[in-house]
């Protein structure tokens, strides 16, 4: 008899990497999803009905604000903003309950970035209180363990003074669940994990009590992170050439005919989709040429000192953070961002002829989502989702490990 797939709920689903990945496995049946903006969840549905084969992925990734409860449980009709849904309750029991949750709560408000633009510490962010959700769904329907993936800045992040670090596991406990006494363990570089990006999250996995009788929980966590977890590693750490170096080349323009029409690169000819720049701005690309120009020469004259000077004289005005990097050809990226809606500034091409940032794809890329994975919006929104996801491959690890210690901790069920 075939094994039965695990069944998964993802939260905070965001475009689908989590999920992505651990689909990707085969492993796994998506039972729901839920996310509230909706390039997102177009860009989920998407890639479940056509790569997955999902034909009720317009039902069930549910397109909600995850703060109303009750409605998300049992349902809501003709909502303006958010249509009409049976609700999560109909999901779970159509499929007999869930095995595992994924997901995390937005990150922005746990970031030590973000604490330092909050004038109040954090206090009014209500992304804060979003974890309670999370919680309030995991206590409801029990699955045998979870995944919470955040930011490292979670552990010393202490809204009302209270450290997070404390309260999560804490409050995990009073519903039957443990994570690892030892959450620094629980720190991972995506970079190990066939990832070409430097991208360090905390991955808790949260095991239930009743689930697992006669088990010590702790040792059962310290073996996933100290062996299990590792045993999925890529061969090798992968480099922004190795994600982006076969795309097609763009070319720069820098006359006035073109950039009078705003079009500052060329646009390539081939199926690849989303692989068109922003419109960099003459004085942008004189300055990105330079920068990729320094590295690829081996001067490496342009420190942070020199960066600051040069931003003040381009610009005119003085910023207290490095305002450009170039990703370096032979290295993993820098950690691929949201704020990629807003400017390219920090994830410069290195290849000083084409004199621009990357574009979506390059982003994508960069993230580990598949080529053909196509994203649903415009080019802000793609660079938000990008930036906000868990890239694919990391979810394929940790999908992956999770079948390791379900079945050797499980094998009645799992095996």
């Known amino acids: 008899m075939a094994q039965n797939k695990i069944k998964m709920l993802d939260l905070f689903a965001g475009c689908g990497g989590l999920t992505d990945g651990f689909m990707q496995t085969r492993q796994y049946e998506d039972i729901a999803a839920v996310e509230w903006k909706e ?33 998300l449980f049992n349902g809501w009709k003709n909502d303006p903003d958010f249509g009409t849904n049976k609700g999560l309750d109909y999901f779970v029991n159509e499929s007999n309950g869930i095995d595992i949750i994924i997901g995390g709560p937005p990150c922005q408000a ?5 604490r330092v633009r909050d004038e109040n510490g954090m206090e009014d962010d209500y992304r804060n209180f979003l974890f309670e959700h999370y919680l309030s769904i995991v206590d409801r329907y ?67 009590q009743a689930s697992f009788h006669n088990i010590d929980i702790q040792k059962m966590l310290e073996d996933f992170y100290s062996h299990i977890l590792p045993s999925h590693k890529g061969k090798r750490i ?21 950039h009078s029409k705003r079009q500052s690169h060329s646009t390539p000819e081939c199926d ?26 081996g001067v490496r004259e342009y420190d942070s000192k ?8 381009k610009i005119g005005s003085k910023s207290p953070i490095h305002r450009y990097h170039v990703l370096e050809a032979d290295l993993p990226s820098t950690t691929i961002i949201a704020h990629l809606h807003k400017d390219g500034n920090r994830f410069i091409h290195y290849d000083s002829k084409q004199a621009r940032s990357i574009t979506p794809r390059e982003a994508a890329l960069l993230q580990s989502f598949d080529i053909d994975f196509e994203f649903v919006g415009s080019r802000g929104n793609v660079y938000e ?28 069920k799992y095996a």
């Not at 020199?306 to 004289?313: R, S, T, V, W």
């Open 385 to 412: 989702m990008i930036g906000n996801a868990v890239p694919p491959q990391l979810a394929k690890a940790l999908a992956l490990s999770v079948v390791d210690l379900l079945k050797k901790y499980k094998p009645e």
């Open 238 to 258: 992968l480099t922004v050439r190795d994600a982006i170096g076969k795309l097609p080349k763009l070319e720069a323009y820098w006359d006035d005919e073109h």
């Open 142 to 208: 029990q699955p045998d363990l979870f995944i919470f993936e955040n930011v490292p800045g979670i552990l010393s992040a202490a809204p009302h003074g209270v450290k997070v670090a404390k309260v999560i596991p804490q409050e995990f406990r009073k519903i039957g669940y443990e994570v690892t006494n030892n959450l620094s363990e629980a720190i991972i570089n995506a970079a190990d994990y066939n990832v070409p990006q430097n991208r360090r999250r905390i991955i808790m996995v949260g095991i239930r």
């Open 306 to 313: 020199k960066i600051a000077e040069l931003y003040e004289e």
């Open 272 to 297: 690849i989709t989303w692989h068109i720049p922003r419109y960099n701005n003459r004085r942008d690309m004189g300055t990105y040429q330079t920068l990729a120009l320094d590295i690829e020469t």
């Open 110 to 114: 746990y970031s030590i970035a973000g």
């Open 39 to 71: 390039p997102q969840v177009n860009t989920l549905r998407k890639r479940l009905l056509e790569k997955w084969g999902k034909k009720n992925a317009h039902e069930s990734v549910l397109h909600f604000d995850i703060q109303r409860e009750d409605e």
